[in-house]
Nanobody, 124 residues
Framework: QVQLVESGGGLVQAGGSLRLSCAAS????????MGWFRQAPGKEREFVAT????????YYANSVKGRFFISRDNAKNTVYLQMFSLKPEDTAVYYC?????????????????WGQGTQVTVSS
């Protein structure tokens, strides 16, 4: 079965950086997209970034454009989210998901598998 395992979260000061990883297994992902979403306490899950496994095309939410960068390592079946210039409002649990829907998939209902999430906390 499909498994997605996130890692790399933690506590960082505002202005700092973190890199999240999402290790995927259980299917061939070449025809799929991988996405990062986040959910802050009391808020809905929101789209952050997505990447196509095959082409490497990327798409970002406006709130993170220019600060966050998504990439993938096909050999390792791993997707990364490099986060720079972190702000307190980036604090959330970050989830990765896989989607076979149209590009770009920016709604959570377009994703069929999710990881367990990794906590990112940015202190001011």
């Amino acid at each position: 079965q499909v498994q997605l395992v996130e890692s790399g979260g933690g506590l960082v000061q505002a202005g700092g950086s973190l890199r999240l990883s999402c290790a995927a297994s259980g299917r061939t992902f070449s025809g799929y997209s991988m996405g990062w979403f986040r959910q802050a306490p009391g808020k809905e899950r929101e789209f952050v970034a997505t990447i196509r496994w095959s082409s490497g095309n990327e798409y970002y939410a406006n709130s993170v454009k220019g600060r966050f960068f998504i990439s993938r390592d096909n050999a390792k079946n791993t997707v990364y989210l490099q986060m720079f210039s972190l702000k307190p409002e980036d604090t959330a649990v970050y989830y990765c998901g896989t989607s076979d829907r149209s590009w770009p998939a920016v709604d959570e209902y377009e994703y069929d598998y999710w990881g367990q999430g990794t906590q990112v906390t940015v202190s001011s």
